[in-house]
Nanobody
Framework: QVQLVESGGGLVQAGGSLRLSCAAS????????MGWFRQAPGNEREFVET????????YYADSVKGRFTISRDNAKNTVYLQMNSLKPENTAVYYC??????????????????WGQGTQVTVSS
């Protein structure tokens, strides 16, 4: 089992920044690729960005290219999502997720094995 706890969400004005954190505990952190997904009311959960277990590669949704950056600190068992130039349409609950390395797709939420409880991000116009 892997337990994931997100933090760092909140209310921010359009154009502002937030940094989300996700602390992992349980099994070996480097056994997992780590991703961020988000879900707005009435919408399906959508992929935001993923980082491989080693931190060598990242994959992101086109909608966040150049604005959001994922990173991880394997010594601290923590993954981050730096969000800049936020827009009102980025308002959602953001979820951290873990996927066993070398398995499944980086982009499909069904391929992730563990999830955090989510943190609300609200961007006002």
């Amino acid at each position: 089992q892997v337990q994931l706890v997100e933090s760092g969400g909140g209310l921010v004005q359009a154009g502002g920044s937030l940094r989300l954190s996700c602390a992992a505990s349980g099994r070996t952190f480097t056994s997992y690729d780590m991703g961020w997904f988000r879900q707005a009311p009435g919408n399906e959960r959508e992929f935001v960005e993923t980082i491989t277990w080693s931190g060598d590669n990242t994959y992101y949704a086109d909608s966040v290219k150049g604005r959001f950056t994922i990173s991880r600190d394997n010594a601290k068992n923590t993954v981050y999502l730096q969000m800049n130039s936020l827009k009102p349409e980025n308002t959602a609950v953001y979820y951290c997720a873990a996927k066993r390395r070398y398995s499944g797709s980086y982009y499909r939420f069904n391929d992730y094995d563990y999830w955090g409880q989510g943190t609300q991000v609200t961007v006002s116009s």
